[in-house]
């Protein structure tokens, strides 16, 4: 049964930083796309982050560029988002999720990250 499983969130200032973790288990996804999504209270998921399978090209929305990085490590089966100068507008539920033959198939539980003003 594969899973994904994210940790890493919590509550912090704004100006605050935290470092996002993604640990796949039950196959191995070095192949695969990796990416980050968000959701917040009364919006609809946005994609924040993804990165291909060797890291070579990464993606980024707008509005955490220069701020958000996202790596992998394959040996690890594990995928992180540091996330530095945290805006109240970055609270929501992060996940982590893998893309495999052109569709995002697997799908973490999800980890909040609050920030407070």
């Known amino acids: 049964q594969v899973q994904l499983v994210e940790s890493g969130g919590g509550l912090v200032q704004a100006g605050g930083s935290l470092r996002l973790s993604c640990a796949v288990s039950?196959?191995?996804?070095?192949?695969?796309?990796m990416g980050w999504f968000r959701q917040a209270p009364g919006k609809e998921r946005e994609a924040v982050s993804s990165?291909?399978?060797?890291?070579?090209?990464?993606y980024y929305t707008n509005s955490v560029k220069g701020r958000f990085t996202i790596s992998r490590d394959n040996a690890k089966n594990t995928v992180y988002l540091q996330m530095n100068n945290l805006k109240p507008e970055d609270t929501a539920v992060y996940y982590c999720?893998?893309?495999?033959?052109?569709?995002?198939?697997?799908w973490g539980q999800g980890t909040q990250v609050t920030v407070s003003s």
């Open positions: 990165i291909i399978y060797n890291g070579g090209s990464t």
């Open positions: 999720a893998a893309n495999t033959g052109g569709n995002w198939n697997y």
């Open positions: 039950g196959r191995t996804f070095s192949n695969a796309v």
